[in-house]
């Protein structure tokens, strides 16, 4: 009974302020994750050599280093050449980037399988190339790469707790100080799981909704 | 009718593929209202000849004008300009999958041509209603019929106001019994000069309905005349020997 | 510059070996995955109702908490819960191992499923138990299939591992921490180490590469 009082009173309250903290971080990374990945794999399928080899490289780099060195190099490597990011804001940004990284695999993949007598009907009409990716292209490679990017987003969530290892004290971190102080590691990472796993399915419900509100006639064999 | 202006003209149209000369040094020119019709076996350079007319194949060599003004296709601005203006029909129809019938018509008009949604809108419904798709307009290319799909193909070009239209073989991905409705649409479009090049296996439609035969070979043009003569004593051996196999297999009437 | 190489280069030896530890934890968390996850796979393949209902439990558990989270519920919490004393390194091999269990059964699963059935019944008619068939004729077939699939995890646990940091585990990315926050050099540093993970995932994938290709069956093509 004194335990459960205490997790009401004592645990709960300190775990919703890290939750609100995990959320004011998932939320701009994924967004922000997915318009940089989208705007990636654009220039991986449609871009000049240089920049097609530029995306490339980003690619490399984002998805070959470990997120953890990521984020250290951001916030702890960045004041080396004067540039000072906050905890929270240095998580965003490694968050993005690595993510839009993983996002730009799905979004090529999607432009590369549109047809290509789309672009022709397109160029055919006098669309601009950038008119033809924003117009014809892009929401038919969207609807493709959704599943995958959805993916991406609930590894994001996952992922959200490393912002811990740069001192920006989300759930995870709340939880590692309550337990600290109280020594009841077990319960309260049990706790802290389920609200993960709770995020998730959460996660997954939304975009299962929005797959299903941009499904179109003769786009359902896309759907994951 | 000798009077009638040149509304395009193609000279010296050539393209190749690694070794292979697909066009070779092509010549054409159409005037207002009239339809050429480009006849040939397959992989004779038809379907390369009109896309590059609108530079969806880059031309190794050839030059363009249209109303007496070179195309440059260098220059993007011109480019996409000039395209707009010359609407391009093709064998499998292209029309983008993630749009309705209407919003298929409207899109160029408003992202290209920049007119307002009302104004797009209005064009397209009377358009798609001109090749009897009036009551289609909500449906998603998924849900159309093949004919039904290349007619709103061609109210998407006919949108665009193009002074020139290319068919690359318009009927030929449909099955027979919806033919007939796509030929009539371009009939329609004859009637009410539309300038046109196009390129199709139904050669009786050809023999009535075209101004010029073109007859194309290996990427030559071999040889151009009126129907009635290219059909019964054209000049040229190899198109003889084309014509009389071609209204053997599809008859001569359509 | 020159300050900053000099740095790296008295580093280096030290990076190493943090790098031996890095390689030694992906090697025991991929192997006890890879145990593991044929067993998952199996059992859900093969197993009964209530079987599969357990596993199920375990891959949606594994996959849906965090690493870090299940980090600290198992070095802090669980096990000296059950009064076993572990060292971090062995934690850490363990909470890998036991995720990327929980990925390589899926990756094991699909492979058994894409094998025609005739092969299972074919062992049975020669009268092999289940066990006998699955160990003999079904895994070394489906095993063989999962390599581009457990290639793909391996760059995942690989890139995992530099979070056992968080419970002080010596690895490459804690080594090269350490040296930047006493020499002041983060960037060099930070940028060595994700130079190292990035040879040690192409080595490690291209090693697979070879692996699958000598040991592929002919006909057999993914």
Known sequence: MEELLFIRFEVLPALLKGLVVSIKLIVPSAFFGLFIGIII???????????????????????????????????FGLPHIGIYLSPMVASIVGFSLCSSAYHSEYVRGAFLSVKTGQTMGAKALGFSKLQMIRFITLPQAFRRALPGCGNEIIYLIKYSSLAYMITCIELTGQGKIIASETFKYTEIFMIIGAIYLLLTTIASWILHRVENSLLLPGFEHYKA | MAHRKTILRIEDMTKR?????????????????????????SGGGKSTLLQCVNFLV??????????????????????????????????????????????????????????????????????????????????????????????????????????????????????PELISEVLDVIINLRLHGMTMIMSTHQIGFASELADELVFLEDG??????????????????RTREFCSKITELYGNSF | MIESLTVLYGALPYLFRGTLVTIALVAGAMGLGLVVGVNLAVGQVYGNRW???????????????PLLVLLFLFYFGLFSLLGINLSAFTVAIIVLGLITAAYQSQIF???????????????????????????LIILPQALRLSIPGWSNEYSIVLKDSAVAYALGVMEMMARAHFVASRTYEHLPLYFSAGLIFLILTYLGTKGLRVLEEKVRIPGYSR
């Open chain 3, 51 to 65: 079987l599969r209902k357990a596993i199920g439990i375990y891959i949606w558990f594994f996959r849906g908490v």
């Open chain 3, 109 to 135: 699963r699909g492979a058994i499923l894409s094998l025609p059935e005739g092969q299972l019944k074919a062992a049975r008619a020669l009268g092999m138990s289940d066990r006998k068939a699955i160990v």
């Open chain 2, 58 to 175: 880059k031309p190794d060599k050839g030059r363009i004008w249209l109303d007496g003004e070179e195309i440059i296709h260098s220059r993007k601005k011109e480019l996409y300009a000039y395209r707009q203006k010359v609407g391009m029909i093709f064998q499998d129809f292209n029309l983008f999958d993630h749009l309705t019938a209407l919003q298929n018509v409207q899109i160029a008009l408003v992202k290209v041509k920049k007119k307002t949604k009302e104004q797009a809108r209005t064009r397209a419904i009377n358009e798609l209603e001109r090749v009897g798709l009036g009551d289609h307009i909500k449906k998603y290319p998924a849900q159309l019929s093949g004919g039904q799909k290349q007619r709103v193909s061609i109210a998407r070009a006919l949108a665009m106001d193009p002074k020139v239209m290319l068919l690359d073989e318009p009927t030929s991905a449909l099955d």
């Open chain 2, 17 to 41: 593929y690694g070794s292979k000369t697909v066009l070779k040094n092509a010549s054409l020119s159409l005037k207002e209202g009239e339809l050429k019709i480009l006849i040939g076996p």
């Open chain 1, 41 to 75: 794999g654009a220039l991986r399928v449609y871009g000049s050599t240089i920049l097609k080899k530029a995306a490339d490289t980003y690619v490399l780099i984002f998805r070959g280093f470990p997120l953890v060195v990521q984020l250290f190099i951001w916030y």
């Open chain 2, 220 to 237: 030559n043009i071999l040889e151009t005349g009126p129907p009635k003569k290219m059909l019964s004593d054209a000049d040229c051996e």
